[in-house]
């Protein structure tokens, strides 16, 4: 079977349904209306294609963490 992007895209939600149903919710429906909320399965172009880890725990360099080593003085 084709893999689908969703499956590795960060704007995609598993939804599991107590009688084992799943489905792959596009999260970007909610706000642009040109994705489906259920896209048809497998997606294999998509413009709002975003990589997983990128998507869920990409965090900008310099960043305030507040734990920056100050070691370039
Ligand atoms: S943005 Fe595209 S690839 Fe990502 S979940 Fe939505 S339809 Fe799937």
Do not use: W
């Not at 489905?23 to 497998?42: G, I, V």
């Amino acid at each position: 079977m084709t893999p689908s992007l969703c499956e590795t895209c960060g704007s995609m939600r598993e939804i599991v349904t107590p009688r084992g149903s799943r489905f792959l919710m596009c999260r970007l429906a909610a706000t642009d209306p040109t994705f489906a909320k259920y896209p048809p399965q497998p997606v294999v172009h998509c413009s709002g294609y975003v990589p997983k880890e990128e998507g869920d725990s990409k965090v900008p360099q310099g960043g305030n963490s507040g734990s920056a080593p100050d070691d370039q003085r």
